[in-house]
């Protein structure tokens, strides 16, 4: 049986810094073609040929889903399945504003450290592509469902900020869509004849303003008109509004959105249309960070330079499908800095920092940080012990 030593984090820092070059060629490259949700083919290919280079098996597409990947580099023998978790698409508008072609590069970057430093590691070391975070996708939501994670230890992933925290709360969030009907008129002959689609949402929109003061500090209702007719001179038959839904739990946003139908139905009653509310994607689960591994994500990435610390729980968040994963496994998401403080996420000034030396300097070292917390679960079964003991005292009924 081979002996296995644990890399020290400077053996690991070494590593990342030979990746370096590549690591960065693949992030620009990425973000220089910014591919929505689904449709990520070319991050895709870059990512998939740089892990087939290094020796990791590739399985290229999942369950019809054409850019997603999993990518495996099996160990010497048995131990812990460790993923390494990239996001890679990008939004409308702002591209790559949200800096996921630091995730993929960095993700991708951090296993082959794993797997150089450790060329004879017990266990499973794998890349897993998670296409579609963004608008509602839930990659990962779906790549559960098709069995990705079964088997899986741990998930362990960086997230691009203008603040670096090792955990932090993220919302639950419902996607919906309201679609009102009513009847096509002449708007100036006989409106009398329609029935206004478009009125139906201005009254639905106008409600959930009044229901706002009546839900709790921490929801969050948004969301636009997706749909306002077609011409000023037809009493609109369609409208549409999308909307998002968040609270700190899934159960808390399950009971919002029921009041949110409601309004929406009492918006058509009033406007003598007819509702239906969809789901546009699953729904996002609150994020359940594993501090056991976080903060050794935070001790490695400490005593590489980089100031962080647990968030605040009561600072403002988003959601994202990583939320999903936590409740079915141990999951990390730190936020890295790499942009000054109070940058927006989702813009253009992130954009432009996502593809700057810093972001690049401040991705070497989460992903020195990512194989470190990844040397560590393969040969240090205590860790990953305490990690799943977390896991299970979490899902413990209150
Ligand atoms: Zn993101
Ligand atoms: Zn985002």
Not at 26 to 37: C, F, G, T
Not at 289 to 302: I, Q
Not at 357 to 374: N, W
Not at 375 to 397: I, M, N, Q, S, V
């Amino acid at each position: 049986m081979t002996r296995t030593e644990l890399p020290t984090l400077h053996a690991l820092a070494v590593e990342l810094g030979a990746l370096r070059t590549r690591m960065e060629a693949v992030s620009l490259d990425v973000h220089a073609r910014p591919e929505l949700k689904f449709a990520e083919h070319h991050a895709h290919q870059v990512l998939t040929r740089w892990l087939a280079e290094a020796g990791f098996a590739v399985t290229d597409q999942v369950r019809g889903m054409d850019t997603a990947f999993v990518a495996v580099h099996e160990g010497m023998r048995p131990g812990p399945y460790v993923a390494l978790l990239a996001e890679y698409d990008a939004l409308p508008g702002v591209g790559h504003g949200c800096g996921h072609n630091l995730i993929a590069a960095g993700a991708v970057a951090a296993a082959l450290a794993v797997v150089r430093a450790l060329p004879a590691h017990p266990g499973t070391v794998a890349v897993i592509g998670t296409p579609g975070e963004e608008m509602g996708g839930a990659g990962k939501v779906r790549l559960a469902e098709a069995g990705v994670f079964e088997g899986v230890d741990a998930a362990l992933m960086f997230h691009p900020s203008d603040r670096s925290v090792t955990t932090q709360r993220a919302l639950a969030a419902a996607h919906l869509r309201i679609d009102f009907t009513g009847v096509s008129a002449h708007a100036a002959k006989s409106p009398w004849d329609g029935r206004s689609a478009l009125a139906a949402a201005q009254l639905f929109l106008n409600a959930l303003d009044s229901l706002r003061q009546f839900v709790p500090p921490t929801a969050r209702l948004h969301g636009i008109v997706a749909d306002g007719g077609q011409a000023p001179n037809v009493v609109p038959a369609h409208a549409a509004v999308e909307l998002y839904v968040r609270d700190r739990t899934t159960a808390a946003a399950e009971a919002l959105v029921e009041r949110v139908r409601a309004a929406a139905e009492g918006a058509a009653l009033a406007t003598g249309t007819a509702v239906a509310v969809s789901e546009t994607g699953p729904m996002y689960a609150e994020r359940r960070d594993s501090a056991v591994l976080a903060e050794r994500f935070g001790r490695a990435v400490r005593e590489l330079g980089l100031d962080i610390a647990p968030g605040e729980p009561d600072e403002p968040a988003g959601s994202s499908d990583i939320g999903n994963l936590s409740q079915l496994l141990p999951v990390i998401h730190p936020y890295i800095r790499i942009a000054p403080p109070g940058t927006p996420a989702h813009s253009e000034a992130m954009r432009e920092a996502a593809a700057g030396p810093f972001a690049h300097d401040r991705t070497e070292i989460a992903a020195t940080g990512l194989a470190r917390v990844a040397a560590e679960l393969l040969l240090d079964g205590g860790l990953l012990a305490a990690a799943r003991a977390e896991f299970a005292a979490g899902r413990a009924p209150a």
